[in-house]
């Protein structure tokens, strides 16, 4: 069946490092990939996503390259601020799992001054 | 704007009672999706509905039941509250289509004493 892994939180950083979080996934087909962030107290919103392999989604200053050879989708940015303190979701849709979501268990994000 | 909204933010009921989990979406979006969130184990699927009166079972749906009478609304029903559905429960929608991005709701953090 489907499944993501994602690195264990929680991860803090200095305002303006760089960050990094870990995603990686087993499906069956061709998996669409997604990061969802969720802010304190509320739901989680698409924070970008790649449809095909080498694909690259952006947004916010957050990156992800979808790399079949190695079944990954890491997050990354190359300068953090304490408004990204969030929950980070790495998630899957495949067509062999009924086109619905399966999510990793999230990576609590911590920015500090 | 797009827009999934829930009942309630918080709810405390107690052990036995049975509950009811509002969504309402007003995107016109055929599916519709609920899932309970718990630290460490990421979102899990309960149930979905492609459309109006139209139910599928997700990951866990035991001792939970849905309807939708209307596209719009999707409802969870705890048909005897337990103190292990304690959880944060998120609703979600999203257009049919394997591309499609899913929209989610506020959550509603329920208490079971």
């Known amino acids: 069946g489907n499944s993501v892994t994602q690195m264990e939180g929680p991860v803090t950083l200095s305002e303006e490092a760089f960050l990094t979080i870990n995603c990686t996934y087993t499906?069956?087909?061709?998996?669409?990939l997604f990061w969802y962030v969720q802010y304190p107290g509320e739901g989680l919103q698409l924070l970008l996503k790649a449809t095909k392999a080498d694909d690259k989604g952006s947004n916010k200053g957050f990156e992800a390259t979808y790399r079949k050879e190695t079944t990954s989708f890491h997050l990354e940015k190359g300068s953090v601020q304490v408004s990204d303190s969030a929950v980070y979701f790495c998630?899957?849709?495949?067509?062999?799992?009924?086109?619905?979501?399966?999510f990793g268990t999230g990576t609590q994000l911590k920015v500090e001054l | 704007d797009v827009k999934v909204t829930q009942s309630s933010r918080y709810l405390v009921k107690r052990t036995g009672e049975k509950v009811f989990l509002e969504c309402v979406q007003d995107?016109?979006?055929?599916?519709m999706f609920w899932y309970r969130q718990d630290p460490g184990l990421g979102l899990r699927l309960i149930y979905f509905s492609y459309d109006v009166k139209m139910k599928e079972k997700g990951d866990i749906p035991e001792g939970y039941s849905v309807s939708r009478e209307k596209k719009e609304r999707f409802s969870l029903i705890l048909e005897s509250a337990s103190t292990n559905q304690t959880s944060m429960y998120l609703c979600?929608?999203?257009?049919?289509?394997?591309?499609?991005?899913?929209?989610f709701g506020p959550g509603t953090r329920l208490l079971v004493l």
């Open positions: 995107m016109d979006h055929e599916n």
């Open positions: 998630a899957l849709r495949s067509t062999g799992g009924g086109n619905k979501l399966t």
């Open positions: 979600a929608s999203r257009q049919a289509g394997v591309m499609e991005t899913q929209y």
């Open positions: 499906a069956t087909g061709y998996p669409s």
